[in-house]
């Protein structure tokens, strides 16, 4: 399969906690990134990490990748309610491939 | 730049007819993607473009969709005739260089 699988499909935490989301995939990869969609909303680039990369921050988000066991894992620390979204993971194995979205991990943060 | 613009944002429409969404990308992208948005099946890729020309249309689901790109900063998909089943939220989305994709607003389609 050439798309990211999310793990898990859905998280319930309390704000301020943190937040961790795993991706996993199956083939080599170029780059992978991580997308948010709040509901009714288009997505939302966050971060992309390329095959050369081990780890990445953006304000309040961590990104690792493990080529090794082909996977990723994206961390939101301190989360607040307006983190509630669904992320995605897709990855492209080459530049100008085409990218694929797996089904998400729906994140809910409870006030 | 005022992002990825799609139109229009809602649509309603009968079963059989045709219907037309457009985008407007990001200037200066070379890249373009469809995507179609259910609770059923997800965020699918329809097709997507790079120097307006179609790279890769594997996703388009029947003869019934079609999509172009006549320059740079303009692209329909259009579905005729249209079908209940069409229903759903279609996203286009930009970039340049393989790099991140932008996303548009959506257009939210019902077929009755």
């Known amino acids: 399969s050439q798309q990211g699988e999310e793990d898990p499909q859905a998280l319930s935490i309390q704000e301020g906690e943190n937040a961790t989301m795993n991706c996993s995939y199956k083939t080599s990869i170029n780059n992978l990134q991580w997308y948010r969609q709040n509901s009714g909303r288009g997505l939302v680039h966050l971060i992309l990490i390329r095959s050369n990369e081990r780890e990445k921050h953006s304000g309040r988000l961590r990104v690792t990748l493990d080529t090794s066991k082909k996977s990723s894992s994206l961390l939101i620390t301190a989360s607040r309610a307006a983190d509630t979204a669904s992320y995605f993971c897709?990855?492209?194995?080459?530049?100008?491939?085409?990218?694929?979205f797996g089904p998400g991990t729906s994140l809910s943060v409870i006030p | 730049d005022a992002g990825v613009i799609q139109s229009p944002r809602h649509e309603v429409t009968e079963m059989g007819q045709e219907v037309t969404l457009r985008c407007k990308p990001i200037s200066g992208h070379n890249s373009l993607f469809w995507y179609r948005q259910t609770m059923m099946r997800g965020l699918e890729l329809l097709i997507y473009f790079n120097n307006n020309v179609p790279i890769d249309d594997s996703g388009m689901p029947e003869d019934r969709f079609s999509a172009k790109m006549p320059n740079a900063s303009f692209s329909t998909l259009k579905i005729q005739p249209s079908e209940p089943r069409d229903s759903a939220v279609y996203f286009c989305a930009s970039s340049w260089g393989g790099n991140e994709q932008f996303f548009g607003p959506g257009t939210r389609l019902t077929v009755l």
């Open positions: 897709p990855l492209m194995k080459t530049s100008y491939d085409k990218v694929i």
